[in-house]
């Protein structure tokens, strides 16, 4: 009882969460395990989004939910190499479809991650497009504006709020593991800062909020990474996302602590992380392994797009 008195003094009013696949995927992520501790909860992470998305999703969320300083924020920042851009209206994109998670075609944020993976340069990003429109350096830019200008939205709100990101963004993801929608591929370990001095100025973003970066923490965990068995090539295949594992891990080491939450984890959080260990250890592919968490997991409800 004394356990329970303690939980129920520390739950907060509400919580909302932004973010990419880090923070919103096909299992249970740090957020949706935290959002067990709230009276209210929104996870506003969608796969692909890059940081001009997330920055205006904030301020969507907060012009219709009216974020108030008895809430919490979490902002999971993405990576430079992402083009945000939307539409209400649905837009084909030659018959591809989206995943498990999502109608890609159908949303209001269309987004695929990289510019430089498959999908997006057969899709959308021809080399027209990247002579024109890309440049590394403006949009490592454009992701430290959307920072600066989310934090002053939050602090002139006075709530409690979280900022985290994937790797060392000035690292332009140099620091990430070589693989199709982590950034582009086959960088050698640099420092944008170094490379464009102009661009020091945003080593003076105040990282008070900030909790390490989720991605680093994960990878350094390997051997609590997914695999799973590709029935097509019969082959075992790491996933680089993090497991339950690693967000149970990183909610209980990194995430509480910060925000002053001593007591042990309730009963859902619990049974939530037991139930996903049967679910993995019953299912050795991906795709059975996402539709048996969608069938016995009734919590996980908000799998999908919010917002506009």
Excluded at 65 to 83: C, G, M, P
Excluded at 100 to 126: H, P, Q, V
Excluded at 193 to 210: A, M, S
Aim: proline fraction near 3%; aromatic fraction near 14%.
């Amino acid at each position: 009882m004394e356990n329970q008195s303690k939980s129920q003094t520390l739950k907060k009013n509400r919580l909302f969460v932004f973010g990419c696949s880090f923070t919103m995927y096909a299992w249970p992520t740090y957020a949706d395990f935290l959002g067990y501790e709230f009276d209210h909860y929104e996870n506003w992470g969608f796969p692909g989004l890059g940081n001009r998305a997330i920055a205006e999703r904030v301020a969507e969320c907060h012009i219709k939910n009216n974020i108030t300083k008895d809430d919490t924020v979490l902002v999971q920042w993405s990576t430079h190499t992402r083009n945000d851009w939307h539409t209400f209206r649905t837009v084909e994109f030659k018959g591809k479809r989206g995943d498990a998670i999502r109608n890609t075609d159908e949303i209001g944020w269309k987004t695929k991650g990289s510019i430089f993976n498959y999908m997006n340069r057969e899709i959308c990003y021809d080399d027209k497009w990247i002579e024109t429109f890309w440049d590394e350096h403006s949009y490592f830019m454009h992701g430290q504006n959307a920072i600066i200008l989310t934090t002053g939205l939050l602090e002139s709100i006075g709530c409690t709020y979280r900022m985290l990101s994937i790797g060392e963004m000035e690292k332009l993801g140099s620091d990430m593991p070589d693989a199709p929608g982590f950034g582009e591929s086959n960088h050698e370990k640099i420092n944008v800062y170094e490379e464009k001095k102009e661009l020091e100025v945003y080593k003076n973003i105040d990282k008070t909020n900030w909790l390490q970066p989720l991605g680093l923490y994960s990878w350094k965990n390997k051997e609590l990474q997914y695999t799973f068995y590709d029935p097509n090539s019969k082959k075992d295949w790491t996933e680089l996302h993090p497991s339950h594992w690693q967000h149970y891990k990183y909610l209980n080491e990194v995430v509480r602590p910060s925000l002053g939450i001593t007591d042990k984890n309730n009963d859902k959080q619990v049974n939530t992380y037991k139930v996903l260990d049967q679910l993995k250890n019953d299912n050795k592919d991906l795709l059975s392994f996402e539709e048996a968490i969608l069938d016995k997991i009734i919590d996980y409800k908000h799998i999908g797009y919010v917002g506009f």
